[in-house]
Antibody, heavy 120, light 111 residues
Framework: QVHLQESGPGLVRPSQTLSLSCAVFSGAIKTDGYYWGWIRQPPGKGLEWVGYIYYNGNTYYNPSLRSRVTISVDMSKNQFSLTLGSVTVADTAVYYC????????????WGQGTLVSVSS | QSVLTQPPSVSGAPGQRVTISCTGTDSNIGANYDVHWYQQLPGGAPRLLIYGSKHRPSGVSDRFSGSKSGTAASLAITGLQAEDEGEYYCQSHDSVLSGSVFGGGTTVTVL
C-alpha cells in the first residue's frame, strides 16, 4: 500500500513562494499507470485541484493557478514537489498530495495533508 | 463556485438510505468522463469511496454505491450509520479545463 507524506513550511509571507514536497513510500514514482497530484482545501471549504505530473515530466495545472504554479518530480528521492509563487491570504489551505490512476482519473491514495497559512 | 454541483447537505435516520447527486455539464460528466466519490471524515484526509462511477475499492463497505447517467452522477448510502457522518465529494475530468474538477461537497448528517 503506497503511503504519501507532505512536508514544508506551515507559514508563508504574502508575495513569497510556497514550497512543499511529497515523499512516496512503498511504491515508486516511476510506475506506469499513475500520476502524482496536489489538491488543496481552504479552511472550511471544498477541495480544489492544483495540478499533477506524470513521471515523464508532463504537467497539467489548474488554469486559475497556472501562471504561479510548478510541479516537479525527483526520481532519485522518490518525491515530487509543488511551488506556488506570489501567494496571498487566499492561498491559505490544507495542501494534500495524492496518487492518481491513469485511465480512470481518480486519486486512490492521499497524504494526511499539511496546513499552509499565508500571513504577515 | 464549483464546476460540479452537489447539494450542501443531506440527512437521514440510522438505517435509512440517502443519495447525493453530482451534476455536471457536457464538458465533464456528460462527455462520458468517469465520476469518483470521496469521503472526508472530520479532521481527516479524503478517502476514495467509488471510482469509475460505480466501482468500490477493496475495503469499502457495499453500503456505498455509485451510478451515472447523462450529465449527472449519484452516490447512495444504505443502512446509514453514525460513522458515515462527514463530507462527501464527487470528482471528474473536464475537457475545457484539461484537468480534474470537484464538487462543492455534501455534508451527511445522521439524525
Amino acid at each position: 500500500q503506497v503511503h504519501l507524506q507532505e512536508s514544508g513550511p506551515g507559514l508563508v509571507r504574502p508575495s513569497q513562494t510556497l514550497s512543499l514536497s511529497c515523499a512516496v513510500f512503498s511504491g515508486a514514482i516511476k510506475t506506469d499507470g499513475y500520476y502524482w497530484g496536489w489538491i488543496r482545501q481552504p479552511p472550511g471549504k471544498g477541495l480544489e485541484w492544483v495540478g499533477y505530473i506524470y513521471y515523464n515530466g508532463n504537467t497539467y495545472y489548474n488554469p486559475s493557478l497556472r501562471s504561479r504554479v510548478t510541479i516537479s518530480v525527483d526520481m532519485s528521492k522518490n518525491q515530487f514537489s509543488l511551488t506556488l509563487g506570489s501567494v496571498t491570504v487566499a492561498d491559505t489551505a490544507v495542501y494534500y498530495c495524492a496518487r492518481g490512476l491513469i485511465g480512470y482519473g481518480n486519486f486512490d491514495s492521499w497524504g494526511q495533508g499539511t496546513l499552509v497559512s499565508v500571513s504577515s | 463556485q464549483s464546476v460540479l454541483t452537489q447539494p450542501p447537505s443531506v440527512s437521514g435516520a440510522p438505517g435509512q438510505r440517502v443519495t447525493i447527486s453530482c451534476t455536471g455539464t457536457d464538458s465533464n460528466i456528460g462527455a462520458n468522463y468517469d465520476v469518483h466519490w470521496y469521503q472526508q471524515l472530520p479532521g481527516g484526509a479524503p478517502r476514495l469511496l467509488i471510482y469509475g462511477s460505480k466501482h468500490r475499492p477493496s475495503g469499502v463497505s457495499d453500503r456505498f454505491s455509485g451510478s451515472k447517467s447523462g450529465t449527472a452522477a449519484s452516490l447512495a448510502i444504505t443502512g446509514l450509520q453514525a460513522e458515515d457522518e462527514g463530507e462527501y465529494y464527487c470528482q471528474s475530468h473536464d475537457s475545457v479545463l484539461s484537468g480534474s474538477v470537484f464538487g462543492g461537497g455534501t455534508t451527511v448528517t445522521v439524525l
